[in-house]
């Protein structure tokens, strides 16, 4: 999840488990793939970071995309 803009090319995300927002990691958005879902909790933690992430993904969703982009079948 993007917890911070840097610039036009690089952000912070954190995913409330390995990444905190205490400690996010910065990446470059042309390695991230974009969703239109928004977290809107307030206050913004790891807990509502790691529950929100949990509730708007699924595993085979994630497996289809890493497919599609490395032409793997």
Same mark, same amino acid.
């Given at each position: 999840? &993007?917890? =911070?803009?840097? @610039? +036009?090319?690089? &952000?912070? &995300?954190? @995913?409330?488990? !390995?990444?905190?927002?205490?400690?996010?990691?910065?990446?470059?958005? *042309?390695?991230?793939?974009?969703? *239109?879902?928004?977290?809107?909790?307030?206050?913004? +933690? +790891?807990?509502?970071?790691?529950?929100?992430?949990?509730?708007?993904?699924?595993?085979?969703?994630? *497996?289809?995309?890493? !497919? =599609? @982009?490395?032409? =793997?079948?």
């Amino acid at each position: 999840m &993007v917890v =911070q803009f840097y @610039d +036009d090319k690089h &952000v912070a &995300v954190a @995913d409330g488990l !390995v990444r905190k927002l205490n400690r996010p990691k910065r990446k470059n958005i *042309r390695h991230l793939i974009i969703h *239109r879902v928004k977290l809107e909790a307030r206050p913004m +933690d +790891d807990k509502a970071i790691r529950t929100f992430i949990a509730e708007h993904s699924s595993e085979e969703e994630v *497996r289809k995309e890493v !497919v =599609q @982009d490395h032409g =793997q079948g």
